[in-house]
């Protein structure tokens, strides 16, 4: 198939083919005697991939190492950069939505006082920078792609930070006890422990984690289950999804800040009177006089215990809790009235 041929049935120009293949995206074959491009069906299908990239709003230079990448290992890393992709994309769209919620606060205020005062302002203004900021700074500190063939065999341990694992996916499950039918999403699902059990009980499980080893390990364990790539700042789904939301041993990751970004997060994916429910290492007092506990764990930031419940108190649940040893803690909280975030 000669270049303009494929223009006319991708619908697009014969100059952006040139482009794409300028750029080192393609590389059909020419024919010796005149140079014409021969485009065949791997070209097609190549062209075809840029194109729909493109439409998703990757840069040239992650479709080009996309493709190499497809290349060299197959189709399962087309899966991993599209999913990184649209990790992206939900930061971004979150980013828009609070500047448009800033905005709406300003208009807000300037309408009923008739003035927008400088302080008000800047408040404002200086929340959403935070906002952005929390998300911009989350970063992988544990390196999760190399622990993922090893961690079955570290949480079934039964020491150290995986103290009383079964015992905390026991409980958590007895807690949330799932409808047959109900959605679920596990937040650092990692390969899939807590969501399995759920989905034993009949919920539909989605997860949602940081490593793409863990990831993979999961989808081999539970097929049926939706896996997607992203963290607790910045969730791959549109709001008002899931009936519960669950995490173990994994919001602990977060910074302080982080971890109220996060609940606010949960809330937003959640329906109208969807359910949270956390089992993780807390800390049962203010911060100075648990600094021993955290010590136990440099590398950690640990929660808050009164905190994590002053946050739900203030923001419409009613919560239980329980402690399983002296770091580990499961809450669990129900909206007293609709929550829904979106």
């Not at 000669?2 to 750029?23: C, G, P, Q």
Request: net charge negative; with cysteine; aromatic share 8%.
């Amino acid at each position: 198939m000669k270049i303009k041929e494929l223009a006319d049935k991708l619908n697009i120009s014969a100059r952006a083919i040139r482009f794409y293949e300028e750029k080192g995206l393609l590389s059909p074959r020419k024919e010796t005697h005149n140079s014409y491009r021969t485009f065949e069906e791997k070209d097609i299908w190549r062209l075809q991939t840029i194109i729909s990239l493109r439409e998703a709003g990757m840069p040239l230079s992650n479709i080009k190492q996309a493709l190499q990448e497809i290349d060299s290992k197959g189709h399962g890393e087309l899966h991993y950069y599209l999913e990184l992709q649209r990790s992206v994309m939900m930061k971004q769209w979150l980013e828009i939505r609070q500047v448009i919620e800033t905005t709406d606060h300003m208009i807000s205020l300037l309408k009923n006082n008739h003035t927008l005062p400088l302080e008000d302002i800047y408040c404002l203004a200086a929340h959403s920078k935070q906002m952005r900021e929390q998300r911009g700074n989350w970063q992988d500190k544990w390196n999760f792609n190399r622990l993922a063939s090893t961690h079955d065999i570290r949480v079934t341990g039964n020491s150290g930070t995986y103290m009383d694992y079964e015992l905390a996916l026991e409980e958590l499950v007895k807690w949330v006890a799932p409808i047959q039918g109900e959605l679920g999403l596990d937040i650092g699902t990692g390969t899939g422990n807590l969501a399995g059990r759920l989905m034993d009980r009949g919920a539909l499980m989605s997860g949602v984690d940081q490593s793409k080893e863990m990831l993979r390990l999961c989808q081999t364990k539970y097929p049926a289950m939706d896996t997607r790539l992203g963290n607790f700042l910045a969730l791959p789904y549109l709001g008002g999804q899931f009936h519960f939301i669950v995490s173990s041993f994994a919001f602990h990751h977060l910074t302080e800040e982080q971890q109220v970004l996060a609940l606010e997060e949960m809330r937003r994916v959640a329906r109208s009177h969807g359910r949270i429910c956390i089992a993780d290492l807390m800390n049962s007092g203010p911060a100075a006089a648990d600094a021993e506990q955290r010590d136990l764990d440099p590398m950690e930031d640990n929660i808050s215990l009164p905190s994590l419940l002053q946050w739900f108190e203030d923001n419409g649940y009613v919560t239980k809790q329980k402690q399983l040893n002296r770091r580990l803690h499961i809450v669990y909280a129900i909206p007293i009235r609709g929550t829904q975030g979106d």
